[in-house]
């Protein structure tokens, strides 16, 4: 029985974070320091995430991806890798990394069974890395994407945060490298997600997931942005000084830099004129083009202004143990504790459908409302 949200879709696909631990501090999502972790304790062994992800594999769960934190800053890589690569039912793995430890163990990723790479990078200036990620060194990222292309991952995609103020003057460069790589290029709104109190923007409310849980929807509709609202969306940018920002961006800030994904289109084909929409293979709620001639394809993650929601396939696992029904959404199912008291295999099930059922139709951050106490770092983007 495959499961079924109450909206009626279909749940095939579990992101799963190895670790809340990375090595870079990417000014949108950690703090410089004090970066929010849990104790080691609490983070999921090999074996204990494999268990999880077989009882996924029994419930139709089909594609795994592999997220942090930075998941190659964890040891035992390759050995999660080659374990769910024997389950039955998993059709496809994939990664998504920063790339700066990528290089030296691409090939055993792929020899383990990673069939699919998303890496990170927002700017390619060597100085302005320095400020964006603040840790690590562009050079290391660059060889990670060659070494993937050699490889033979195929698409290799690059995921790029487009801020205005920070790098949305690289735009035209990253949709250039898509004329001659065979890269998919994706560029992504940035979400207004702070994990601390220091903002002024309002929560979303968090559901109470217990074992006996009320199925809560959220009720209200996605109201697109018109323009004119993506204005004061973004309210008026005022550019933030790099040696300002010593811990992360609040979310305050996050709207003034956020790029709509119908602003970068608009520069693209002012630039290399009208593109083609085109498929990208396995390319979930993205839009992907190609400049005509290009061999690589340039695709967009509009999380923010176009409804993706309604296609949503998955569920999220944190380092931790909490299965998450929504990204942007507080409320979680802890199924770490049932799986260190013993739960079986049909109980760590039901827990599974119980999250399922508390998937919201949309998330609701155009309102102003994001979930509170995780970053992205803790959440598994
Ligand atoms: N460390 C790995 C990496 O950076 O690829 C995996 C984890 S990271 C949280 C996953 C993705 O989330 C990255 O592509 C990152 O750029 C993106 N991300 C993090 N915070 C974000 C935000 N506030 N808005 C949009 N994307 C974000
Ligand atoms: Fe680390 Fe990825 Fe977050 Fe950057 S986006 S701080 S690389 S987890």
């Known amino acids: 029985m495959p499961l079924i949200d109450s909206f009626g879709r279909t749940i095939d696909y579990l992101r799963v974070s190895v670790t809340d631990r990375c090595n870079f501090r990417c000014i949108y999502c950690m703090p410089e320091e004090g970066a929010p972790i849990a104790p080691g304790a609490d983070l999921l062994s090999a074996e204990e995430l494999i268990r999880i992800i077989s009882v996924a594999s029994?419930?139709?769960?089909?594609?795994?991806?592999?997220?942090?934190?930075?998941?190659?800053?964890?040891?035992?890589?390759?050995?999660i890798i080659q374990c769910t690569a024997k389950l039955s039912g998993i059709e496809e793995i994939s990664l998504t990394t920063n790339g700066f430890l990528l290089k030296p163990i691409v090939d055993k990723l792929?020899?383990?069974?990673?069939?699919?790479?998303?890496?990170?990078?927002?700017?390619?200036?060597?100085?302005?890395?320095?400020?964006?990620a603040r840790r690590g060194s562009l050079a290391e990222v660059l060889d990670g994407i060659e070494a993937s292309l050699a490889a033979g991952l195929h698409p290799v995609k690059l995921n790029c945060v487009v801020m205005r103020g920070w790098n949305e003057d690289e735009i035209l460069d990253f949709a250039q490298l898509s004329l001659e790589r065979k890269i998919d290029v994706r560029f992504i709104e940035l979400m207004p997600i702070n994990w601390s109190a220091g903002d002024d923007s309002p929560r979303s409310e968090a559901w109470n997931i217990t074992s006996q849980p009320t199925i809560t929807s959220t009720g209200n509709r996605l109201t697109l942005y018109a323009n004119a609202e993506l204005?004061?969306?973004r309210q008026s940018f005022q550019s933030i000084d790099p040696t300002e920002?010593?811990?992360?961006?609040?979310?305050?800030?996050?709207?003034?830099?956020?790029?709509?994904?119908?602003?970068?289109?608009?520069?693209i084909e002012k630039r290399f004129g009208s593109m083609v929409p085109t498929e990208v293979l396995v390319n979930g709620p993205a839009r992907?083009?190609?400049i005509p001639g290009a061999t690589g394809t340039i695709s967009f993650i509009s999380q923010i202004t176009n409804d993706m929601c309604k296609n949503c396939n998955r569920l999220r696992l944190t380092a931790d143990g909490q299965l998450r029904p929504c990204l942007m959404a507080d409320g979680e199912v802890d199924l770490r504790?049932?799986?260190?008291?013993?739960?079986?295999?049909?109980?760590?099930?039901?827990?599974?459908?119980?999250t399922v059922l508390h998937k919201p139709a949309e998330h609701r951050l155009e309102d102003g409302l994001a979930p509170i106490g995780r970053n992205m770092s803790q959440l598994g983007g």
């Open 245 to 267: 920002v010593k811990g992360q961006l609040d979310a305050n800030q996050m709207r003034r830099a956020f790029v709509s994904t119908d602003e970068i289109l608009r520069a």
């Open 58 to 79: 029994r419930l139709g769960m089909r594609k795994i991806r592999f997220t942090g934190g930075e998941p190659l800053v964890r040891k035992d890589l390759v050995q």
């Open 231 to 233: 204005e004061t969306f």
């Open 337 to 354: 504790t049932h799986l260190r008291t013993g739960a079986d295999d049909e109980q760590l099930a039901e827990l599974f459908r119980i």
């Open 288 to 290: 992907s083009y190609q």
């Open 110 to 132: 792929t020899n383990a069974g990673l069939n699919r790479i998303n890496i990170s990078l927002d700017t390619l200036k060597h100085d302005r890395f320095v400020s964006i």
